[in-house]
């Protein structure tokens, strides 16, 4: 299986909820390494950039909205399988759709604060670490 890389966002409800640790340690117990983490708050405008894709949606305000509301941990995480690893390890968008035992079962509150994103494809895994480490100063074990 190919070893791959993802980006990884804590969103602002579970940094505020002080479960930081506990989803860094999911990560961990499921072999995927963290190569490269910051702390940050989102300007509108990096949020705004970050989601475009979903720029014409109806929820786009309300997303951008939540994803400023409160620091942010962002991680290039890697591993075997890494994309699809991580999107299993968060459940479903909607924590109430979200199986038992993922991250958004467990953390999130509803589908707009919903704990954590995860790169959805090679392709988007690829420009979305760019966006955010541009240096690409990750440190591989
Ligand atoms: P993410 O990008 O944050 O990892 O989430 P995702 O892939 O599971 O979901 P996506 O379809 O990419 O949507 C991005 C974020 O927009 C909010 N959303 N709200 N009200 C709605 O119908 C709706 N649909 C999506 C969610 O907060 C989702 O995480
Ligand atoms: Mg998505």
């Known amino acids: 299986m190919a070893i791959e890389r ?15 640790g506990q989803i860094y340690s999911r990560f961990e117990g ?13 300007s509108r405008a ?9 720029s014409a949606r109806p929820f786009f305000k309300d997303l951008v909205d939540f994803m400023i509301s409160g620091p942010v941990i962002i ?6 399988n890494a994309i699809a690893k ?7 968008t909607d924590p109430k759709k979200a199986e038992k035992g993922t991250i958004r079962a ?5 589908i707009d604060a919903n704990a ?4 959805d ?3 988007t895994a690829k420009v979305e670490i760019a966006y955010y480490f541009p240096a690409l100063n990750v440190y591989s074990r």
């Not at 993802?6 to 930081?20: E, G, H, Q, Y």
């Not at 990096?46 to 979903?54: K, L, N």
């Not at 991680?75 to 075997?80: A, K, P, S």
Request: no cysteine.
């Open 106 to 110: 467990d953390f999130a509150d509803s």
């Open 121 to 123: 494809a090679e392709e």
């Open 30 to 42: 499921a072999g995927l390494k963290i190569i490269a983490a910051r702390m940050t708050q989102l």
């Open 46 to 54: 990096e949020a705004e950039g970050f989601y475009a894709v979903h």
């Open 116 to 119: 954590v994103h995860g790169s």
């Open 75 to 80: 991680q290039v995480l890697e591993g075997e």
């Open 6 to 20: 993802t980006l990884s966002i804590i969103k602002p409800d579970a940094v505020a909820k002080n479960v930081i």
């Open 86 to 92: 991580h999107r299993d390890l968060m459940g479903a």
